[in-house]
C-alpha cells in the first residue's frame, strides 16, 4: 500500500524556518517524481515544488522561489522541504504527494506562521 | 500559467441525483494531462480521475471524466451520501507551475 507520512510542521515566526520530512514506502521511491502541496486555512490547494527522480530537476511556485528547497534522499526513501524566511501567508497544511500530476497525497503537516 | 475555473462554486443537490462539474482551462491543456480531485473536511484530497478520463483503481464506476482541449467534466452519476465533499481539477500537461481550480463543494440539498 502506497504511504506518505509528513511530519515537521509546527509554529515559527515570521522570517523563521522550517523543515518537513516525508516518509514514503509502498512503492519504489526511486522512480517517482515527488510534490508539495499547501492549503491555507479554508481555502483551496495550491502546488508549492517537485522533484524529479533522481533530484536533477526542481520546479516551484513563483511566491517560494529563493526561499524555499526541495530535495530527497533515495536511500532513505525521504522527502523534504526546507522553508526559509517564511511569511504569515505560507500558513497552510503542507501535503506530501507521490507523483507529478497523478498524486497520491498524504495527511499533512500543519505549518502556522505567526508571531 | 493555465488557470483552470471550476463552475458552479456550490452544487446542491440530493442523493441519488446526477452531478455535472465542469472545469474550464484559460488554454488547452496538453495531452489531456487533468486530474480530479475529492477532499472531505479534515481529510486529505483523493485522486479519483487522472489523463481527463481514466478512473483510479477502486474508484466506483460512478465517477467518470470527459473532455478534452480546454473544456473537461466530472461527472458522478448517481450521488451517494459520502460522495458529498469538495472537487479540485488540476492541470499537469503545460507545467511548471502545476495548477489546480478553485473546487466545487457538492452540498446536500
Known amino acids: 500500500e502506497v504511504q506518505v507520512v509528513e511530519s515537521g510542521g509546527g509554529l515559527v515566526q515570521p522570517g523563521g524556518s522550517l523543515r518537513l520530512s516525508c516518509a514514503a514506502s509502498?512503492?519504489?521511491?526511486?522512480?517517482?517524481?515527488m510534490t508539495w502541496v499547501r492549503q491555507a486555512p479554508g481555502k483551496g490547494l495550491e502546488w508549492v515544488a517537485n522533484i524529479n527522480q533522481d533530484g536533477s530537476a526542481r520546479y516551484y511556485v513563483d511566491s517560494v522561489k529563493g526561499r524555499f528547497t526541495i530535495s530527497r534522499d533515495n536511500a532513505k526513501n525521504s522527502l523534504y522541504l526546507l522553508m526559509n524566511s517564511l511569511r504569515v501567508e505560507d500558513t497552510a497544511i503542507y501535503y506530501c504527494?507521490?507523483?507529478?500530476?497523478?498524486?497520491?497525497w498524504g495527511q499533512g503537516t500543519p505549518v502556522s506562521v505567526s508571531s | 500559467e493555465i488557470v483552470l475555473t471550476q463552475s458552479p462554486g456550490t452544487l446542491s443537490l440530493s442523493p441519488g441525483e446526477r452531478a455535472t462539474l465542469s472545469c474550464r482551462a484559460s488554454q488547452s491543456v496538453s495531452n489531456n494531462f487533468l486530474s480530479w480531485y475529492q477532499q472531505k473536511p479534515g481529510q486529505a484530497p483523493r485522486l479519483l480521475i487522472y489523463g481527463a478520463s481514466s478512473r483510479l483503481s477502486g474508484i466506483p464506476d460512478r465517477f467518470s471524466g470527459s473532455g478534452s482541449g480546454t473544456d473537461f467534466t466530472l461527472t458522478i452519476s448517481r450521488l451517494e451520501p459520502e460522495d458529498f465533499a469538495v472537487y479540485y481539477c488540476q492541470q499537469y500537461g503545460s507545467s511548471p507551475p502545476l495548477t489546480f481550480g478553485g473546487g466545487t463543494k457538492v452540498e446536500i440539498k
Open positions: 504527494a507521490k507523483g507529478y500530476g497523478d498524486l497520491y
Open positions: 509502498g512503492f519504489t521511491f526511486s522512480s517517482h517524481w
